[in-house]
């Protein structure tokens, strides 16, 4: 589950780590208001009006403003709260503004130059422990950094049984080239940041930038966080923080009804039972000369209740031509899930888009059979290869 930039940094500071303050507005009276308070609580008299919407890259959409009087904060807020707001990370139909952050600004002159770190914590799924990733190249597409100049990204694995140590925290600070205050307080920093990951079972925590103020402070200035959804149950403040506008509507009624379903820009619409399946079912797909419409994992249980919501969902996208559904009977029989189709096709009507079906495992003869004798407008395989010469066929019709 990801959640709003306001909503992780109030997470973080809630662990210590020091932030860039700011008021969330939904309107841009509130956002005027929001100003106002945070002049009083912080002295800024400078403000970042900062869209609220879950994809990075706000400001090269025109997301992220400066405003350096109140009356530039209503003119930036009207103009970003009810914004189509099109990044790298929302593909071209981008995502509608509904609120703000009005955040102080902590880019003020002073002494000594300011400096934009990246850190980042998550999971090294190859070892199985939590690693934060960092680079002196902060404020910049990570992944560019790490193309174009790899030996800037460091990382430091963490080992579960002791969690972050002292001197990791150090050794942090120091590849990062910081001395004195700068440095005491990015181990702070650092030390507060891993215990809050590592606390609320996140997936991912991505500051960019970490700041080093004029005045040697080290502040989030961004925070992406994400939840492992598996463990949201321990944690239900958390989970209310969910906001559905941000989600697909077709995904989110999907998991409403326990499927596992993602979106894709494909023409082929696939319906499987497991993760690993469904992988491989759009490899399928790729090779027989067509492009997945979607990921969609029934799971276990692939009754005619949930099979009739997954053709539902699938059919709500136009660019679908055809739907291969794979399932392998293990714990659920081959022919239950057979008739299950063949009752959800009765239940639904008209599908305007041939079936694939190809179902192995328990009783896998006998669920053909269940197919072929329904006289549905419904393909039948039992191997791969059919299911893959079929969805050829059909493609070549349409």
């Given at each position: 589950?990801?959640?709003?930039?306001y909503?992780?940094?109030?997470?973080?500071?809630s662990?210590?780590?020091?932030i860039q303050?700011g008021?969330?507005?939904e309107s841009p009276?509130?956002?005027?208001?929001?100003?106002?308070?945070?002049?009083?609580?912080?002295?800024t008299?400078?403000?970042?009006v900062k869209a609220?919407?879950?994809?990075?890259?706000r400001g090269?959409?025109g997301g992220?403003?400066?405003?350096k009087?109140?009356d530039?904060?209503?003119?930036?807020?009207t103009?970003?709260?009810g914004?189509?707001?099109?990044?790298?990370q929302?593909?071209?139909q981008?995502?509608?503004?509904?609120k703000?952050?009005i955040?102080?600004d902590?880019?003020?002159?002073?002494a000594?130059?300011?400096?934009?770190?990246?850190?980042?914590?998550?999971?090294?799924?190859?070892?199985g422990?939590n690693?934060?990733?960092y680079s002196t190249?902060?404020?910049m597409d990570?992944?560019h950094?790490?193309?174009?100049?790899?030996?800037r990204?460091f990382?430091?694995?963490?080992?579960?049984?002791v969690?972050?140590?002292?001197?990791q925290a150090?050794k942090i600070a120091f590849?990062?080239?910081?001395s004195?205050?700068?440095?005491k307080?990015?181990v702070k920093?650092?030390?507060a940041?891993?215990?809050?990951?590592?606390?609320?079972?996140?997936?991912?925590?991505e500051i960019?930038?970490?700041l080093?103020?004029?005045?040697?402070?080290?502040?989030?200035?961004?925070?992406?966080?994400?939840?492992?959804d598996?463990?949201l149950?321990r944690?239900p403040?958390f989970?209310a923080?969910r906001d559905?506008?941000?989600?697909d509507?077709?995904e989110?009624?999907?998991?409403?009804?326990?499927?596992?379903y993602v979106k894709?820009?494909g023409?082929?619409?696939c319906?499987?039972n497991?993760?690993g399946l469904?992988?491989?079912t759009?490899?399928?797909?790729?090779l027989?000369?067509g492009?997945p419409?979607?990921f969609?994992?029934?799971g276990g249980?692939?009754n005619?209740a949930?099979?009739?919501?997954?053709?539902?969902i699938?059919l709500?996208?136009?660019?679908?031509?055809a739907i291969?559904v794979?399932?392998?009977?293990g714990i659920v029989r081959?022919?239950r899930?057979?008739?299950g189709?063949v009752?959800?096709?009765k239940n639904?009507?008209?599908i305007?888009?041939?079936?694939?079906v190809?179902?192995q495992?328990?009783?896998a003869?006998?669920?053909k059979?269940?197919?072929?004798?329904?006289g549905?407008?419904?393909?039948?395989?039992?191997?791969l290869?059919?299911?893959?010469?079929?969805?050829?066929?059909?493609?070549?019709?349409?």
């Amino acid at each position: 589950m990801n959640i709003h930039e306001y909503q992780g940094k109030s997470i973080l500071k809630s662990f210590g780590v020091a932030i860039q303050e700011g008021i969330v507005a939904e309107s841009p009276e509130v956002a005027v208001k929001a100003a106002k308070e945070l002049q009083q609580q912080t002295g800024t008299n400078w403000w970042v009006v900062k869209a609220q919407i879950h994809a990075g890259g706000r400001g090269k959409g025109g997301g992220v403003k400066l405003a350096k009087s109140l009356d530039e904060v209503l003119e930036k807020a009207t103009n970003i709260i009810g914004m189509q707001l099109v990044t790298p990370q929302t593909g071209p139909q981008g995502k509608k503004v509904s609120k703000v952050l009005i955040a102080q600004d902590v880019y003020y002159p002073g002494a000594s130059p300011t400096k934009e770190f990246y850190m980042s914590v998550l999971l090294n799924r190859s070892t199985g422990r939590n690693i934060i990733m960092y680079s002196t190249e902060g404020g910049m597409d990570i992944e560019h950094v790490a193309e174009t100049t790899p030996e800037r990204i460091f990382k430091e694995e963490i080992d579960p049984k002791v969690g972050l140590q002292g001197f990791q925290a150090r050794k942090i600070a120091f590849n990062l080239g910081l001395s004195g205050t700068a440095m005491k307080e990015m181990v702070k920093f650092v030390t507060a940041l891993y215990k809050a990951y590592d606390t609320i079972d996140a997936s991912l925590f991505e500051i960019n930038p970490v700041l080093k103020t004029s005045d040697d402070k080290i502040l989030a200035v961004d925070a992406k966080v994400n939840f492992d959804d598996n463990a949201l149950f321990r944690h239900p403040d958390f989970a209310a923080m969910r906001d559905v506008l941000e989600e697909d509507p077709t995904e989110l009624e999907a998991s409403q009804h326990d499927l596992n379903y993602v979106k894709l820009d494909g023409n082929v619409g696939c319906m499987v039972n497991g993760a690993g399946l469904a992988m491989a079912t759009m490899d399928i797909i790729k090779l027989a000369g067509g492009e997945p419409a979607n990921f969609l994992d029934v799971g276990g249980t692939a009754n005619a209740a949930r099979v009739e919501q997954a053709f539902r969902i699938i059919l709500k996208d136009a660019n679908v031509k055809a739907i291969l559904v794979n399932i392998f009977g293990g714990i659920v029989r081959c022919d239950r899930v057979a008739q299950g189709i063949v009752d959800a096709y009765k239940n639904i009507g008209s599908i305007p888009v041939p079936i694939i079906v190809r179902l192995q495992g328990t009783n896998a003869v006998e669920a053909k059979k269940i197919i072929d004798a329904s006289g549905l407008k419904v393909f039948s395989a039992i191997q791969l290869k059919e299911a893959a010469d079929l969805v050829q066929e059909v493609l070549k019709k349409k």
